[in-house]
């Protein structure tokens, strides 16, 4: 990812919690508490969870994503129709959270990016063994916990990469920028050293909460989707959001 765009992802997570009001100490208690169940050499009993494995799966899905002819990136605004209307075969798709639910080809799936919101959609894909890229933040540390305890009792745990937004250096686990599922998508993909113009964003819009978003209060969502079009404004993709 370009240098220019570095520093801006990141320092944006600052900008989001000032105006929010939350709490920098509570996204690093979540982000400590993930990496200290994750230092094990087989955390919540999943070998597959593991430092190695972990970094393993992220250079799978670096090595993924950078070949692809096109990365597909989906939002929670999507439908039906904007998904059948487009050829998604000459790429690969990232999800973002509760997105997931709406795609049916799931072996195109690169990774699922998430805050553990998406529910219940989420359990049914990482069933099936798929990437996730879970993030750690101030309100979501019972969210995660309970997904991890489900996950490990499955017979092929998610691939699991590990996020946070924390400027700190927490082993283990790596800050990749943005707030939302959606645009932190993009930011994955960019730090991955995926070239922005080969990125097609899907199902993003400033204007309705998607129906494959979790459960919110609604005025507080229509804020945090403003704060994800500036990070995308950054980045060179907004004229791909429904604004």
């Given at each position: 990812?370009?240098?220019?765009?570095?520093?801006?992802?990141?320092?944006?997570?600052?900008?989001?919690?000032?105006?929010?009001?939350?709490?920098?100490?509570?996204?690093?208690?979540?982000?400590?508490?993930?990496?200290?169940?994750?230092?094990?050499?087989?955390?919540?009993?999943?070998?597959?969870?593991?430092?190695?494995?972990?970094?393993r799966a992220l250079n799978s899905l670096q090595q993924r994503l950078t070949s692809a002819n096109n990365v597909f990136i989906i939002g929670a605004s999507i439908s039906n129709n904007e998904l059948t209307s487009r050829n998604l075969s000459d790429g690969e798709i990232i999800a973002a959270d509760g997105s997931v639910g709406a795609i049916g080809n799931h072996h195109k799936l690169a990774c699922v990016v998430t805050d553990f919101?998406?529910?219940?959609?989420?359990?049914?894909?990482?069933?099936?063994?798929?990437?996730?890229?879970?993030?750690?933040?101030g309100d979501n540390q019972q969210?995660?916990?309970?997904?991890?305890e489900t996950?490990?009792?499955?017979?092929?745990?998610?691939?699991?990469?590990?996020?946070?937004?924390?400027?700190?250096?927490?082993?283990g686990m790596d800050n990749y920028g943005g707030f939302t599922d959606g645009d932190r998508a993009v930011c994955l993909a960019l730090a991955l050293g995926v070239p922005v113009e080969k990125i097609t964003l899907l199902g993003f819009s400033t204007k309705k909460i998607g129906e494959w978003s979790g459960q919110t209060n609604k005025e507080k969502k229509l804020q945090k989707l403003n704060w994800m079009f500036k990070i995308l404004q950054t980045v060179g993709l907004s004229e791909q959001i429904e604004n």
């Open positions: 990812m370009a240098d220019i765009f570095d520093t801006a992802l990141i320092e944006i997570q600052s900008s989001v919690r000032d105006f929010f009001g939350w709490a920098y100490s509570d996204d690093l208690d979540s982000a400590l508490s993930v990496s200290k169940y994750f230092e094990q050499i087989a955390p919540f009993g999943v070998e597959k969870w593991g430092f190695e494995n972990r970094r919101d998406g529910h219940p959609y989420l359990d049914d894909i990482a069933e099936l063994g798929v990437c996730f890229v879970t993030h750690a933040h969210r995660w916990l309970k997904s991890f996950w490990k009792d499955f017979a092929n745990p998610p691939e699991l990469i590990l996020s946070h937004q924390v400027n700190e250096t927490i082993f």
